[in-house]
């Protein structure tokens, strides 16, 4: 609790940096530097030089000495000879002398023990100066304020900015660029200063802005922090561009800044900007009679001032005040510098931007004219503090603006009062003192104890000094504070103190924010470490406040002391005693004795000791001095402390109780040979394995402070049970009741203790329920044992006083049975539930049966509501003990899993009437059950027989897999029993339906969902019900879908390919050809139903009448048999367009699908199902029947391709075709039918599709299409040509001409030998085909001619000609 020395960073490579800064001088041995730079030695050369060299100033130590010192093989100071500033983040640290700078930066590292440390390493060495002989002079760095929203207070970036003895003002990046160059005045730069907005403490301060001093010989320059901000956000954005790009430049906004010449002051050397401050009334008429006298007149408003206060000599301290708008700021061109890391050029103009574009000479010729500096504008010195012997150092401004700490030479420190313009304090003996100033806010625990608590946090301000030339670092507190703390530090240290905090922050973008900042810090240069003073608040506090001061060092000192976890509990004990004993103040005491019993390490025979110590000593007191809260608290831990002793006693103790067998417990015995395989098959799923830590495992003992968190003690002496997590009521239920649930700890003494402790009955009874359904699979492992113990305790409980009301009338429901009942209705455990409730329904109707006795009369009423109840409820946990079985069966390999649903009565109830039906169909989605086997079981269910035929299959391998399907068959069937309403067929296939088109929709790519969903839909025998869900399908999921895909192929004009699908329509282009095949047959679906729906009655939905009392959503039924009907010929307008695009893609065929139809056909397409639209009616344009009779042309051949199959076309047979895919046998005949839908001739697609089957060799189906032809003549003339190319190839272009057919050749007639060499037989796609097809083909081609035909006597010609091939061959 006193002041402290924290190392927050250490320096790395300080070797490296003093070389780089020194290496102009004479070097060392190596050795002896490497001595100098690990040892810590003391030697008395070290200060003895010091004293020598008598008045040399920090600065002016020459070089000469440092090179001395350094030879003789020690650090020597040479800190004290550079420029150093340290970032208020601490993450940037600049060391530079005359024209060189080291820039070091944050960097985390883990140490030997592994611990995170941040360390300062070089991040960037080089030579700052641009001019010759200019030295650095000064450097501030200021981290710059994120802009983005997301931001907590950590800088964006950090600015270092360095004046020069020439004058300029350079900022830099953190990485040594140089943003923008200023020549201001020019004179040498003394001093850099920056001032950050704070968030003002108090409504009456006024809020200041933000700027940047820079202090010259006889001038101050203040730049507006806002316009600073803004230009160096623009001139990096630019270097960055330029090293990416060499981009255009871009004009920042120029600097807006004010320069004022200080006059009446003989010489300055430091200064402060203390901001802008109004005079009182009484001040400014003060003012004004002393300035103008007696007659002088005053302005109504005081006038806004900022305050400068200057030091060096003659006066020492010079006070300035500039009244706000008597200059006006002066804009400077920013002189923009361009270092690109690309080109290592570096552009800097004094006045005006460089463009990229000028030529060399005018670059040079801008470069050498030198900036116009503006005049500065005169202040005169307001007042002083006249001291002719006197001259002032440094000034160091306090974070409150009100005071500030001056160094002269003289070695004093003085401190002044900047409003009344005075010094309040001076201290001697301080030569070559550094100041700084540390903040203090009130701790928050500190204001609850302070008469002040509701009004802003305190803060306490102290002025920290070092004292380098006695190597001490002392802490001041203000104004007139005693000295709080002193440490000796070594001489050579830097205190390095910012005095502000990030730049860019104002009262909108600082909310929330959490400025990361160090206000004071001590660097050492010998070891490298960085250091901050930690001050608590107390110290500022009087001496009256100290007692309280040493109770919260107390409090502290236990609070170590406990997190310690290997002290012995002896040591614990007595020192916490000691501890408690010696608190003074009551609410500290209270907090002492609070966090002792919330740690884990203390034993309870410990606590029970100390608490007891403590009450003692209370009750020895005069009962008026005793904090009664304390003294409450002590005798309540004392009682809860006790009873947590008794029972862990109970349940240590070997002994335990006979249980008495009663005969009520026969009932249930019969109850649980009824559920017995049930639960048997339960229990086999249940224990599912999954990663649970020990201190959670129910069998971990409680600790006593977890009993004494979870109790607390009423004002009447009763105790009250807090339920907090869920894993710490099963913690204390365990704790309490498990050993006797198992039979180890005596019951009725165990009920006894808890009940004279003065625990309500009915937070025991939920504490022991919860115990029992938590530990499920323990219970039914002896389901028989824990079921007596359990009804013996519930017994117990209920004769409890205040359990059962002594006023209950039987003829109403009693509220402790109904507690019982609710917990089992909610539980998941199903199967400890249904135990529970057996044992509770017993324990019920003994009671009632007992309670009508004493009464002498029958209640006849008040059994049957409570016990009917009680019915009801056992009813409903057997159906949910089934129900639960069958979806804790795990899914075969593959299938598509997830994690079993949990179901409970609550959850079923609140489910809805389809609540039942959902759960199932998820699970026969988990397990991947196909649609027909899923009507295979159903079907069973209605009829037995058939189960018992269908039994005995499989081989030796599959049995145990037949087995489990078989008796997950078995599990379904059973529920299906239990649910005849819920589950009937038509529900649970609409739910499946529903299920896999809603796992569709989430993954589009598995296709086959969507197939099982339109097949689940095929199942459902009412027409209302399939109406219903595929008009939602649609509407829901489909649509959307569809009209991207119809869109997209009109764009493209052809079936698009894989990246475009995916694209536009969410899925690959497979999927996409599976999806419209679905459509097709969902809206065949659509219009079937539809046209049904008229001959048959609308089926009714019930529910089974334990499950009456359902609340939720409607089922998908009854959603499905409220949607209205839909408009026939839009469904069957949907479907065509559905097949055409179907056909597309199944074929790859090119055609705009929409182009097919006229402006009333694509303006009805994708409207709302159930709305009548404008149908296309009557003949159609010639130009689109045969844009689609072209498409269905290209369709058949399309399907004429895919079928032919090589090793099949030589066989004599057709080889059957398969049901699905593009070689389906029902192509043709779909084509056909939209043919007919959209007015396209039929016949001539059947001709083309003979000729197409003629032309890829399939003659067998060809001949079969033909009988069904109706026009022959024109068939037979395209044949023709078709034989005649088969001709022309096996005789001219044949690669094997024989001798023979050179011979037939010149036999044949003329006519017919010239008409073959026309023949162009490449058009075929099959010319090898066998004579004997070719010679059947003519023959048919000679009965289809009439004779009169122009072309038969070439028919004859080709049938010899083939005939005289045949023997040929």
Not at 369 to 391: C, M, N, W, Y
Not at 776 to 790: C, D, G
């Amino acid at each position: 609790m006193s002041c402290s020395l924290l190392e927050f960073c250490r320096l790395q490579e300080l070797k490296t940096v003093r070389d780089f800064l020194f290496n102009s001088q004479k070097t060392e041995p190596v050795e002896e530097k490497t001595q100098s730079d690990n040892e810590l030695s003391w030697d008395t050369s070290d200060w003895e030089s010091a004293w020598d060299s008598g008045d040399n100033k920090e600065e002016e130590a020459t070089s000469a000495t440092v090179a001395e010192e350094e030879t003789t093989g020690k650090s020597g100071p040479w800190l004290q000879d550079c420029v150093v500033s340290l970032s208020p983040c601490s993450d940037l640290l600049v060391v530079a002398r005359e024209h060189k700078a080291v820039f070091l930066s944050a960097k985390w590292r883990t140490d030997d023990s592994g611990r995170e440390e941040m360390t300062l390493a070089v991040s960037w060495t080089g030579t700052l100066s641009t001019e010759e002989g200019e030295c650095v002079s000064s450097s501030i760095c200021i981290p710059l304020a994120s802009q983005k929203r997301s931001s907590t207070g950590r800088p964006d970036w950090t600015c270092v900015v360095v004046g020069f003895t020439s004058g300029h003002v350079r900022f830099y990046t953190e990485n040594g660029v140089l943003l923008l160059a200023q020549l201001l005045h020019e004179d040498p730069v003394l001093r850099l200063k920056c001032r950050t907005y704070e968030i003002p403490r108090h409504p009456g301060v006024t809020e200041q802005h933000e700027e940047l001093s820079i202090l010259y010989p006889a001038a101050l320059v203040t730049i507006d922090g806002f316009s600073l901000f803004q230009s160096l956000r623009a001139c990096r954005n630019q270097v960055a561009r330029a090293a990416a790009a060499g981009s255009d430049v871009i004009q920042p906004p120029p600097l807006a800044y004010k320069k004022w010449g200080l006059q009446d002051m003989d010489t300055i050397v430091d200064h402060s900007s203390v901001g802008v401050m109004t005079l009182c009334v009484f001040d400014q008429m003060k003012n004004a009679s002393i300035l103008g006298g007696f007659n002088a007149s005053v302005k109504g408003s005081p006038p806004a001032m900022s305050q400068y206060i200057t030091v060096g000599g003659g006066p020492y301290t010079g006070f300035y005040y500039a009244v706000e708008g008597s200059s006006q700021p002066l804009l400077s061109h920013v002189a923009l510098a361009v270092a690109s890391k690309l080109t290592s050029a570096l552009f800097s103009a004094a006045s005006g931007w460089l463009g990229w574009n000028k030529n060399k000479h005018e670059e040079e010729a801008v470069q050498k004219q030198k900036p116009k500096v503006e005049p500065a504008t005169p202040l005169g010195i307001r007042f002083g503090l006249p001291d002719s012997r006197r001259h002032g150092e440094s000034i160091c401004l306090s974070p409150c603006n009100i005071l500030a700490g001056v160094t002269d030479d003289f070695g004093r420190v003085t401190l002044l009062d900047l409003a009344r313009g005075i010094t309040i304090r001076m201290w001697k003996g301080y030569r070559d003192a550094q100041l700084g100033w540390l903040q203090v806010p009130e701790e928050r625990g500190d204001r609850e104890f302070s008469p002040s608590a509701s009004l802003p946090r305190r803060h306490a301000l102290f002025l920290v000094i070092y004292a380098p030339r006695r190597g001490i670092l002392e802490i001041w507190a203000m104004q007139q504070g005693p000295r709080v703390g002193a440490f000796t530090v070594g001489k050579h240290c830097r205190l390095l103190y910012a005095g502000y905090r990030l730049m860019g922050v104002n009262s909108v973008t600082s909310q929330g924010w959490q400025l990361h900042t160090q206000q004071v810090c001590l660097l050492d240069p010998i070891t490298g470490a960085l250091r901050t003073v930690n001050i608590p608040f107390h110290l500022a506090l009087s001496d009256k406040k100290s007692e309280r001061a040493k109770d919260m060092h107390l409090l502290k000192r236990l609070t170590t002391l406990l997190r310690s976890r290997e002290v012995e509990p002896d040591i614990l004990e007595s020192e916490a005693k000691s501890v408690l004993l010696d608190i003074k103040h009551p609410a500290i005491k209270k907090q002492a004795l609070e966090s002792l019993l919330a740690n884990k390490n203390a034993p309870v025979s410990c606590l029970t000791n100390i608490t007891c110590t403590l009450y003692d000593t209370l009750k020895q007191q005069d009962p008026e001095e005793v904090d009664t809260d304390l003294l409450q608290l002590c005798s309540s831990q004392l009682k809860l402390l006790q009873l947590y002793t008794d029972i862990q006693q109970l349940h240590s103790a070997a002994g335990t109780e006979a249980c008495s067998e009663d005969d009520s417990l026969e009932g249930i015995k019969d109850d649980l040979s009824r559920v017995g395989p049930t639960l048997q098959r339960y229990a086999q799923f249940t224990p599912r394995p999954s990663v649970s830590f020990v201190q959670d495992s129910p069998d971990s003992p409680l600790p006593p402070q977890a009993f004494l968190s979870q109790m607390e003690c009423t004002e009447s002496g009763e105790l009250k049970v807090i339920r907090r997590s869920e894993t710490e009521w099963n913690q204390l239920g365990n704790f309490l009741f498990w050993g006797c649930l198992c039979g180890k700890s005596p019951l009725h003494k165990v009920c006894d203790t808890l009940q004279q402790a003065g625990i309500s009955p009915q937070q025991l009874l939920s504490l022991l329920l919860n115990v029992w359904l938590q530990r499920e699979k323990e219970v039914l492992q002896k389901s028989e044992e824990t079921v007596r113990n359990l009804h013996t305790l519930l017994i117990a409980l209920s004769n409890m006083k205040g359990a059962v009301e002594e006023s209950w009338d039987p003829q109403s429901v009693s509220p402790w049975w109904q507690q019982v009942r609710s917990t089992c209705i909610q539980s998941h455990n199903a199967a400890a539930a249904l135990l529970a409730a057996f044992v509770a329904h017993r324990a019920a109707k003994a009671s009632i049966t007992s309670h009508a006795d004493s009464k002498l009369q029958s209640e006849w009423e008040a059994v049957s509501l409570e016990l009917e109840q009680w019915v009801v409820c056992v009813r409903q946990l057997e159906d949910v003990l089934v129900l639960q079985t069958l979806l804790l069966v795990p899914p075969p390999q593959g299938a598509a899993g997830g994690a079993a649903a949990q179901c409970s009565i609550k959850t079923l109830l609140e489910g809805g009437t389809g609540g039942i039906a959902d759960s199932v169909s998820k699970w026969v989605f988990r397990h991947s059950l196909a649609p027909e086997r899923l009507k295979e079981i159903l079907q069973k269910r209605e009829d037995k027989e058939a189960e018992q035929k269908a039994g005995g299959e499989g081989n030796d391998e599959k049995q145990q897999s037949q087995k489990d399907t078989d008796r997950t068959a078995e599990l379904l069937v059973a529920v299906c029993q239990r649910f005849p309403h819920s589950l009937s067929p038509d529900l649970l296939f609409a739910h499946c339906c529903w299920e896999y088109v809603v796992q569709w929709n989430k993954d589009p790519e598995e296709g086959q969902y969507l197939c099982w969903a339109v097949e689940h839909l095929k199942l459902v025998s009412s027409p209302h019900i399939q109406l219903g869900i595929s008009a939602m399908m649609w509407s829901t999921f489909i649509v959307k879908r569809f009209s991207a895909a119809a869109f997209l192929m009109e764009k493209v004009g052809k079936a698009p390919k894989d990246r475009l699908c995916r694209r536009d329509v969410g899925m690959g282009d497979k999927a996409v050809t599976s999806f419209l095949g679905c459509c097709v047959q969902l809206l065949q679906i659509l219009m079937e139903s539809d046209s049904a729906v008229e001959e048959v009655s609308a089926p009714e939905l019930s529910v089974e009448e334990v499950w009456c009392g359902a609340e939720g959503p409607a089922s998908i039924a009854e959603l499905a048999l409220e949607q209205r009907g839909v408009h026939y010929p839009l469904v069957q307008h949907h479907c065509l367009l559905a097949s055409l695009l179907h056909a597309t893609m199944t074929f790859s065929l090119k055609v705009k699908p929409l182009s097919l139809f006229d402006s009333k056909g694509k303006n009805a397409f994708f409207r709302d199902l159930t709305t009548i639209q404008l149908m296309p009616s009557g003949d159609m344009d010639p130009g689109l029947v045969s844009l689609r009779q072209e498409f269905l042309l290209r369709m058949l051949t399309g399907w004429v391709q895919a079928i032919d199959d090589p090793s099949s076309s030589s066989s004599a047979g057709c080889p059957p075709l398969p049901s699905s895919g593009p070689k389906a046998d029902w192509w043709p005949s779909l084509c056909l039918e939209l043919g007919s839908l959209l007015q396209v001739n039929p016949d001539i697609l059947r001709r083309h599709l003979v000729c197409e089957l003629y032309n890829q060799g399939l003659d067998l189906r060809a001949e079969e299409v033909m009988l069904e032809v109706e026009d022959k003549d024109v068939l037979g003339s395209q044949l023709l040509v078709l034989t005649g190319q088969r001709l022309s190839y096996s005789l001219l272009h044949s690669q094997s001409q024989t001798q023979a057919a050179m011979e037939l050749l010149a036999r044949l007639p003329p006519t017919l030998c010239t008409w073959l060499k026309a023949m162009d037989p490449s058009e075929l796609r099959c010319p090898l085909v066998p004579l004997s097809q070719t010679s059947r083909l003519v023959s048919r081609l000679i009965e289809i001619l009439p004779e009169n035909h122009a072309q038969y006597s070439l028919a004859l010609h080709l049938l010899e000609a083939v005939e005289a091939l045949t023997t040929e061959d």
